[in-house]
């Protein structure tokens, strides 16, 4: 195999003699540019097991979807003449309510075209241009190891391991040998690294929902006994597309009859396919949404008064702490007891955009439908204040009286009715203290000493970190360009290659972080390695696959737990980071060791190997805090008070009403439906989710992008004042930066609202148009009040047709 | 024909997620463009002034699900110069590759954009109900595909018995024109029939 051969013909030789991918030669050039050359594939003479036993026949092998959907479908390969022939999904003989069938979403289906895509990473490769300037040279695994432990010594020695730091991803975040835990185990075993809280998902629900019910919920199979589910912020047949998931559980809801209400700036597929009431809501604005219901059922005598009497803190003058001040109940500020305006319907309308009528009439409906499950999801919290709805919407689900009952919901996210445990790498402690929030990363590498635990930066562990950040381990992520916000600004950041000195990123594929690193190691895939998955558990069946190794490695990708393995023998700690365990194979039948302990009936290793899929049935329909409202004194919420905390002691301490009030309020956002700066950029834009991506993974995939084009949706107002037709390619810009897209010109949208769904791989041109429409060229780095994470759906914007 | 075979599509079910589309792909290897499940959204409603806001009227959304419909009356098998199409046992519709020339008439004529041409292969493909997978006893791949569960197959008769016989929601054709093999299940709320004005097709660049 020659170092000329078009890409498409080295894959036929490999792999691909039964399959054709069209594209491929086409987009051969650059991608070979970027790979600096192609050779021979390291595993080329290498035939896996699966694969020789298949030879000739067809068989059905045991793989599985992986992403950060958070599904973990179940997915087999149909193998014929060692070759991924297609996919097939779940194919138990029981399909019910009772143990459904994991059917992978599109996304899963498309696997085959994610594994050989033009955008894999083939070889080990070191920068050799400017930091962000795309070259790379190809070099040997052993260079690139050598390289990254000398570099690791180099730093510890200069700068400590406090400089270290090991990056959110969420690309391989499964615990076992597969996945990012044997880097962290091993950076760990080399002294530690500076730490982070939180994710880009859920940063502000996991700062405060601790803080209101402590989180515990029921679970998506107890919405079959809903009369009414009420959805903020919420898209579930999108975001948990496929396997035994929300949107499933949703689906049979409704089924069996229960009605649905979906409250968003966007009319979602999840509203469409519920076939539920619209409510179109101003993005930002849910807490003032919230305060008018309760104003309703408060002067209408519509809510369980002993309920909150007894259960809450703060809901009424009477249930405050002894040390609250005066007027600082959740009721004082609905009725405008603590600052004169009373938070009516018609004072919600203005800023909600919802008819004060409609939300007197949601408010009786919520208030006298019984059960109703009101549920919210983390797009909301994703915002400038986002810390304000997530302790917002619970108190309706107390209020209504549906709190811990059949059918009802404590108001957070939808629960779990409990998954596998299989243990996994174990990471060891860390030795470094300082823990930062996950979204103020490029803070550390230009102020990281000046970081403390005040309210400018929140860091947790210490009480200031002594150090910058000089070297960053990039598992399996795209957060250092494209989901990071304002991506103009980091990358800016990340080109002084004196502040932070080495960026590793190891990956599977060329993304647009990959592209800002300086060293870079190709992984394997799901289908190139064997792993071990854990999935389902939103309703009553959990199960654990036994991911097999399908196809030989491509190219000279490499596991994970071999590159850790490897680097821990460079740096000193082999023994420690083995413990005897130096294979794939070992570490899998570690975890099945520790999954037997906790279940009796988890089968052994070999069986596991050989079934590929245990599947785990639960009761099921469990009920959120019922211990809690059966007997509170006995059993509290995991909340300071162990109570519904509607006024948080915690929160009041930090003693900045303004941005991190007590109780939860409406708060008008920066760039949000109110600020004057709409005279410039009139449009909100949000960010998002989109059926054909999980975050970033997957953007780019031939067959998904074909089936969900990327593009901007656009009210046909909006786009009646700019001349913009469906299909136009449209630029959208503010002073961060302007991107390029296709106009979706649509009802199912507010006025003054755009929707720019997130992930799409950023394409910067000569100019920094951004002709791979990422949303993030145009978010704001700001970190929110108290949880200091990612505002990345409050943006102003303006649009015109290209 | 006795034998029919035909699909049913509860469009009170369908999200528009597509799997059905890229779970045919991948089963049959299709290229780029040439997509034999294809997914419609259709959409309807405006933003009108009250007061001094503008509210929702009438907005609706909902997702068909569509493939070869395995017609009674084909006219691409009417038209076709070559005489490759023809109807099987089961009422299945089927190009033979060997006699098509890639003329493209069945393409212009199929009210349901069910031919394809396959510019690697020269020729017109199609929706063949996955035969291979049926002879061995697995459903299509579409079908075993749907995440929701929205898919379904059988014989026509029995999947009219089991779910009617509603086979013209907007915005297909009228029905009586090829008498297609597919039935679909309303939503509770709303779904146009064919000759609707109400709303359009939102994302004809991905059919």
Redesign the interface.
Same mark, same amino acid.
């Given at each position: 195999m020659g170092q000329n051969q078009p890409l498409s013909q080295i894959l036929d030789d490999v792999v691909l003699t039964r399959r054709s991918f069209v594209k491929w030669s086409s987009a051969l050039g650059g991608t070979a540019a970027l790979a600096g050359g192609l050779g021979t594939a390291l595993h080329s003479a290498q035939t896996t097991e699966a694969a020789r036993a298949a030879e000739s026949t067809s068989q059905l092998i045991t793989t599985a979807c992986y992403h950060n959907c958070g599904g973990r479908c179940i997915l087999y390969a149909d193998v014929q003449d060692g070759v991924v022939k297609r996919l097939v999904p779940d194919i138990d003989e029981v399909d019910t309510i009772d143990q459904p069938r994991s059917i992978p979403c599109l996304r899963g289906r498309s696997q085959i075209h994610r594994v050989y895509s033009t955008d894999r990473l083939k070889y080990p490769m070191k920068r050799v241009g400017k930091r962000g300037e795309g070259k790379f040279e190809r070099i040997s695994w052993e260079e690139a190891l050598d390289t990254i432990a000398s570099e690791m010594k180099r730093l510890k020695e200069a700068y400590g391991n406090e400089s270290f730091y090991f990056h959110y991803a969420s690309g391989t975040q499964w615990p076992g040998p597969n996945g990012r835990n044997p880097v962290r185990r091993l950076m760990r075993l080399f002294g530690g690294y500076t730490d982070y809280y939180g994710t880009y998902s859920s940063a502000c629900y996991s700062a405060v929902i601790p803080l209101i019910t402590g989180g515990i919920n029921n679970s998506a199979d107890d919405m079959l006994s809903s009369k009414l589910v009420v959805l903020f912020s919420s898209n579930p047949v999108v975001t948990t597309s496929g396997g035994d998931n929300v949107g499933y559980h949703c689906m049979k809801a409704k089924e069996a009859g229960a009605r649905f209400i979906c409250i968003d700036p966007i009319m979602t597929d999840s509203c469409v396919a519920l076939e539920a009431e619209w409510i179109p809501i101003n993005p930002g604005t849910d807490v003032a949404l919230v305060a008018a219901l309760s104003h309703v059922m408060i002067t209408n005598d519509l809510y369980d008064k002993d309920f909150m009497a007894k259960y809450s803190v703060g809901f009424s003058e009477d249930t405050l702490p002894e040390d609250a001040p005066k007027n600082s109940s959740w009721m004082a500020y609905v009725m405008g007891d603590a600052d004169d305006v009373e938070k009516t319907p018609e004072w919600a309308a203005e800023i909600t955009g919802i008819p004060a009528e409609r939300i007197v009439s949601l408010a009786y409906d919520m208030a006298q439908t019984k059960p109703c499950a009101i549920f919210q999801n983390l797009g909301f919290q994703r915002r400038a204040y986002g810390e304000q709805p997530v302790r917002a919407i619970p108190i309706l689900a107390a209020m209504t009286g549906n709190f811990a009952i059949h059918g009802g919901s404590t108001g957070g996210t939808v629960g779990s009715a409990g998954g596998i445990k299989m243990g996994g790498v174990p990471t060891g402690d860390n030795p470094v203290k300082g823990v930062i929030s996950v979204f103020m990363w490029p803070d550390m590498i230009t102020r990281g000493t000046e970081m403390t635990n005040g309210p400018q930066d929140r860091i947790k562990g210490v009480e200031k970190l002594n150090a910058n950040m000089k070297f960053m381990w990039n598992h399996g992520g795209n957060t250092i360009t494209n989901q990071h916000s304002d991506i103009n600004l980091t990358q800016e950041i990340l080109s002084d290659d004196t502040k932070l000195e080495l960026i590793v990123t190891c990956e599977v594929m060329m993304t647009p972080s990959a592209m800002w690193s300086d060293i870079l190691l190709p992984a394997s895939t799901g289908f190139e390695t064997d792993n071990v998955i854990t999935g389902g558990g939103s309703g009553r069946v959990a199960w654990a696959m036994y991911s097999h190794q399908v196809i030989d490695p491509l190219f000279e990708d490499m596991p994970e737990i071999w590159m850790a393995d490897q680097l821990a023998d460079r740096l000193g700690v082999l023994d420690e980071f083995r413990e005897g365990k130096e294979t794939t194979e070992d570490w899998i039948r570690f975890m099945v060791d520790t999954a037997r302990e906790a279940d009796e009936n988890f089968p052994t290793f070999e069986e596991f190997k050989e079934i590929g899929i245990y599947k785990k049935t639960s009761p099921g329909q469990k009920i959120g805090a019922a211990a809690f409202v059966e007997d509170p004194e006995a059993n509290p919420l995991t909340t300071p008070t162990g109570k519904i905390e509607i006024y948080s002691p915690t929160l009041a301490a930090l003693e900045d009403p303004e941005e991190i009030p007590a109780i939860p309020k409406y708060i008008p956002e920066w760039e949000g439906v109110s600020d004057p700066l709409r005279d410039t950029y009139p449009l909100m834009m949000i960010t998002p989710h989109a059926v054909q991506r999980s975050h970033s993974t997957f953007s780019g995939i031939d067959y998904l992008e074909e089936a969900h084009h990327h593009v901007m949706w656009i009210n046909a107002l909006d786009a009646a004042d700019r001349g913009i037709e469906n299909g136009d390619t449209c630029y959208v810009f503010n002073d961060r930066g302007k991107i390029e897209i296709k106009a979706r010109v649509t009802p199912r949208i507010r006025p003054g609202v755009i929707a720019v769904p997130q992930g799409h791989w950023h394409k910067p041109d000569k100019d920094g148009l951004d002709k791979g429409g990422c949303g993030n060229t145009l978010t704001k780095y700001y970190p929110t009040p108290y949880a200091k994470g990612n505002p990345q759906h409050t943006n102003l914007v303006q649009v015109e047709k290209a | 024909m006795a034998n029919q075979l035909g699909f049913h599509v509860d469009l009170?079910?369908? @999200? %528009?997620?597509?799997?059905c589309?890229?779970?045919c792909?991948?089963?049959n290897?299709l290229?780029?463009?040439v997509?034999w499940r294809r997914v419609a959204q259709y @959409? %309807?409603?405006?933003?009108i002034k009250?007061g001094n806001?503008?509210?929702?009227s009438n907005?609706f959304?909902?997702?068909v699900s569509v493939s070869c419909m395995h017609c009674d009356n084909p006219l691409c098998l009417e038209v076709c110069p070559a005489a490759a199409i023809s109807k099987n046992e089961d009422g299945i519709v089927e190009i033979d590759q060997d006699k098509c020339v890639g003329c493209r008439y069945c393409e212009w004529t199929c009210p349901y954009g069910a031919p394809q041409f396959n510019a690697?292969k020269g020729t017109m493909t199609k929706c063949n109900f996955c035969v291979d997978l049926l002879a061995n006893g697995e459903k299509p791949?579409c079908v075993?595909?749907?995440?929701?569960?929205a898919l379904d197959f059988g014989p026509i008769e029995e999947l009219r018995e089991k779910y009617g016989h509603f086979d013209g929601p907007a915005p297909l054709v009228d029905p009586s024109v090829t008498k297609p093999n597919m039935v679909f299940t309303p939503?509770?709320?709303v779904t146009m029939t064919f000759d609707s004005k109400a709303g359009e097709i939102?994302?004809?660049?991905?059919l």
């Open positions: - | 009170s079910k369908c @999200t %528009g997620c597509k799997a589309q890229v779970a792909k991948d089963k290897d290229p780029m463009d997509i @959409t %309807g409603g405006e933003w009250s806001q503008y509210v929702p907005i959304s909902y997702f690697d791949a075993a595909g749907c995440t929701f569960r939503r509770k709320t939102a994302n004809p660049e991905e």
